[in-house]
């Protein structure tokens, strides 16, 4: 008999160590070691015993299939238009912020299309029923199991009557009687993930794992977990905003970086079908106000309006504080070092609060000009040029790059009654942007700061 032996795996990364130490040597983290019991048996030769391989064409036929389409708009988009049958879907997101309410929504609107089945690992099945009461599900036609055990949950998938769609809620929860290892561990998480996917696989079922998060956001335990699904969600969005993003990082069968924007009610998550009036609110109410811009920026194929607010005060402390929300940090403090360095713009002895509003959180360099444009306005207490949007990259020499997708922008910008635009000046042979929309034209920063004037003194 084979004789067990441990090993000590990092749960953050992968790593493994042959003792138990406080500090992981590969990633750095604190207390992520874990002790795992392994088999001692060594390693069989895998080079006879198998059976050849069937080998296909790639010019043959590839079978039509038709998605699953929940008829929920703001989920199906970020799928890329519905659920592939056989596919695994990773979905990652805070404590609370709403993905059990989400994919019980999902489930319960994809049981005309077959059997769907929900598995707990975390609720009981009258607690599931308890919050279905609440959203106005209680009819629907939902089949819910509480258990750990993925040997279950197998034949289960393997059935006769096997569901179009299965939600696992959560994939660090499960547990593989194979392994002798708590769950949640890094081995227990992949052999779950790895049996259950290919269950589903076998069988034709759209599998919906639910994966935890770690405290910087991203899905607890190594990426292996996200190399062996066909797409990764993540739901983003604050506590303290009704508002929920639901971002897809990776699809296989759609467009990555594709959002969806769901509104918290009573009813449960609802669609959002335009954005961009909500992010934006009463806009005509706040745009005589300095320190604040509007950017037309791009979520996947989507345009959307967001409000980028910034206030800029004299700071009472020797190293001034830079606080963003929303927002790349290092991108800021490039901005204020291009502000004052190319553009003669003091900003060394001022605090620097930077907020996207309504809770987004934006990632694509279009948004620089935009953040530029709402610091000079709190600079030079001055509001931003009235009804109009602002986009464009910012280099280190100061100058204002172009970006991709400017028609798509100003058109949904002048959807929402926007009549001008700051943006890059377009290149040599290129139709003017912006249809009915007034357009400025900037080729450098100092350009848009020239729109301000002389900015008061600091001071200090």
Same mark, same amino acid.
């Given at each position: ?207 919906? %794992?639910? =994966? ?8 607890? *335990?190594? #990426? +292996?977990? &996200?190399?062996? @699904? $066909? ?115 003091? %900003?060394? =002895? ?8 309504? *809770?987004? #959180? +934006?990632? &694509?360099?279009? @948004? $620089? ?92």
């Amino acid at each position: 008999m084979a004789k067990a032996k441990s090993r000590f795996v990092c749960q953050s990364c992968g790593a493994v160590h042959p003792r138990w130490t406080g500090r992981c040597e590969g990633c750095g983290g604190w207390n992520s070691i874990t002790e795992e019991q392994v088999s001692d048996g060594g390693p069989r030769s895998v080079s006879s015993g198998g059976r050849r391989i069937e080998i296909a064409s790639l010019a043959g036929e590839a079978s039509k299939t038709e998605r699953l389409v929940c008829g929920i708009g703001e989920f199906d988009r970020v799928t890329g238009g519905g659920l592939v049958p056989g596919s695994a879907v990773l979905i990652g997101g805070d404590p609370g912020i709403g993905k059990s309410t989400l994919l019980l929504q999902v489930t319960a609107a994809l049981t005309g299309a077959g059997e769907a089945l929900y598995v707990s690992g975390e609720e009981a099945v009258d607690q599931i029923r308890l919050r279905a009461r609440r959203m106005g599900l209680a009819d629907a036609p939902v089949s819910l199991a509480s258990t750990t055990n993925v040997r279950d949950i197998v034949a289960t998938l393997d059935a006769t009557n096997a569901p179009v769609i299965a939600v696992i809620d959560s994939i660090q929860t499960m547990y593989a009687d194979t392994l002798d290892a708590a769950p949640g561990t890094v081995s227990q998480v992949r052999a779950a993930a790895q049996e259950l996917i290919r269950a589903a696989k076998r069988r034709g079922t759209a599998l919906l %794992l639910v =994966g935890h998060v770690t405290k910087e956001g991203t899905i607890a *335990g190594p #990426r +292996v977990l &996200e190399h062996m @699904v $066909d797409t990764v969600l993540y739901f983003e969005g604050e506590r303290s905003h009704q508002f929920r993003i639901l971002r897809s990082v990776k699809n296989r069968f759609g467009a990555t970086d594709e959002i969806g924007v769901f509104e918290m009610s009573d009813q449960g998550l609802m669609p959002v079908t335009n954005p961009s009036s909500l992010f934006l609110g009463d806009w005509e109410d706040r745009e005589s106000a300095s320190g604040s811009a509007v950017f037309a920026g791009m979520e996947g194929t989507r345009p959307m309006l967001v409000e980028i607010q910034a206030l800029v005060a004299p700071s009472a402390f020797a190293s001034p504080r830079r606080a963003v929300i929303g927002w790349d940090s290092a991108r800021l403090h490039m901005i204020l070092a291009v502000l004052e360095a190319r553009c003669g713009v003091a %900003l060394a =002895g001022r605090d620097v609060y930077l907020n996207v509003a309504g *809770g987004l #959180r +934006v990632a &694509e360099p279009a @948004v $620089d000009l935009a953040v530029a444009t709402a610091l000079l306005s709190s600079l030079f207490d001055q509001p931003a040029p009235k009804a109009s949007v602002v986009f464009g990259e910012i280099g280190l020499s100061g100058e204002v790059r172009a970006v991709s997708q400017m028609d798509n922008r100003l058109k949904e910008a002048a959807k929402l009654g926007f009549e001008r635009a700051v943006l890059p000046r377009r290149r040599k042979g290129e139709d003017k942007p912006g249809g009915n929309l007034e357009v400025a034209e900037i080729g450098r920063l100092s350009e848009l700061v020239a729109l301000f004037g002389e900015p008061p003194s600091t001071g200090i």
